[in-house]
T-cell receptor, first 114, second 115 residues
């Protein structure tokens, strides 16, 4: 157990629907990063939150949004889902002093859009 | 922009032989480089990092990596491969200031170790 918790582990939904993925960072970590892993695109950075504030955005679609709450958990919202959104979605967390050690990843949410 | 490249989609080695998984980087400034491993249906696990200091970095599970500034490379190595090392390996570079910059990953290299 890495200490980063992602729920749900698996999600199957239909095109056009909206889903919410949840991430609880490791205790004490202030940063949460979201990544999308697909076969053709590899690991793509989506967005970074630090202590509730958005810090950086990657190739995140306008249909996707995220937020980090006061208790530091984060949610990634995916709407108007398309078949191509099927992927593994990972979150990772870090604390300022541990950024140099890389990040701790959750086990991911596998999203299947049918 | 910072980037890393992993030129091999797959590396095949026999158990007991040395292994190398290649990574080259392109950065402005000093590179902060990482290797991660991903086992099937699992998240990424940190193996090792290079920040400053010795060019040979030792990490988890007997892995090490050699930082080469002139060749802009950060190859992952292990003297004797195990079947259990078979997994997907990612090289990454930190992009952004301080300790909170995001990681940019290479495309990944599948390591297959055969008995």
């Amino acid at each position: 157990d890495s200490g980063v918790t992602q729920t749900p582990k698996h999600l199957i939904t239909a095109t056009g629907q909206r889903v919410t993925l949840r991430c609880s960072p490791r205790s004490g970590d202030l940063s949460v990063y979201w990544y999308q892993q697909s076969l053709d695109q590899g690991l793509q950075f989506l967005i970074h939150y630090y202590n509730g504030e958005e810090r950086a955005k990657g190739n995140i679609l306008e249909r996707f949004s995220a937020q980090q709450f006061p208790d530091l958990h984060s949610e990634l919202n995916l709407s108007s889902l398309e078949l191509g959104d099927s992927a593994l979605y990972f979150c990772a967390s870090s604390s300022p002093g541990q950024g140099g050690n890389g990040y701790t990843f959750g086990s991911g949410t596998r999203l299947t859009v049918v | 922009a910072q980037s890393v490249a992993q030129p091999e989609d797959q590396v095949n080695v026999a158990e007991g032989n040395p292994l190398t998984v290649k990574c080259t980087y392109s950065v402005s400034g000093n590179p902060y480089l990482f290797w991660y491993v991903q086992y099937p249906n699992r998240g990424l696990q940190f193996l090792l990092k290079y920040i400053t200091g010795d060019n040979l970095v030792k990490g988890s599970y007997g892995f090490e990596a050699e930082f080469n500034k002139s060749q802009t490379s950060f190859h992952l190595k292990k003297p004797s491969a195990l079947v259990s090392d078979s997994a997907l390996y990612f090289c990454a570079v930190r992009d952004g200031p301080g300790n909170t910059g995001k990681l940019i990953f290479g495309q990944g290299t599948t390591l297959q170790v055969k008995p």
